[in-house]
Nanobody, 122 residues
Framework: VQLVESGGGLVQAGGSLRLSCAAS????????MGWYRQAPGKQRELVAT??????NYADSVKGRFTISRNDAKSTVHLQMNSLKPEDTAVYYC??????????????????WGQGTQVTVSS
């Protein structure tokens, strides 16, 4: 599975950006798709994820960010509104592929995009 992000950039505080991620390859087994971010000097953190069972958001983005997914196109988007300087980070697309080992056991494999920079100026 290959993931390619787009849509990052520079925006003023209070503005909006929309991130997009397109998956290619063996996409039929993708279970979870979503977004993580990593700010300088900090660990990578969950922003939003979606699968058939649930949609999760980080508390810091609830009410401001919305994740949407189109399985027919193997895409996931992140609409980011009311952006704050603390949202500045590299945003990574994430996909979790459900597969089966050669011994017949289920397993999940994680895939990551190359990241896209989001910078929010104050």
């Amino acid at each position: 599975v290959q993931l390619v992000e787009s849509g990052g950039g520079l925006v003023q505080a209070g503005g909006s950006l929309r991130l997009s991620c397109a998956a290619s390859g063996s996409t039929s087994g993708i279970y979870t798709m979503g977004w993580y971010r990593q700010a300088p000097g900090k660990q990578r953190e969950l922003v939003a994820t979606n699968n058939v069972d649930s949609t999760n958001y980080a508390d810091s983005v609830k009410g401001r960010f919305t994740i949407s997914r189109n399985d027919a196109k193997s895409t996931v988007h992140l609409q980011m509104n009311s952006l704050k300087p603390e949202d500045t980070a590299v945003y990574y697309c994430y996909a979790e592929l459900a597969t089966v080992t050669r011994h017949g056991r289920p397993e999940f494999v994680d895939y990551w995009g190359q990241g896209t920079q989001v910078t929010v100026s104050s």
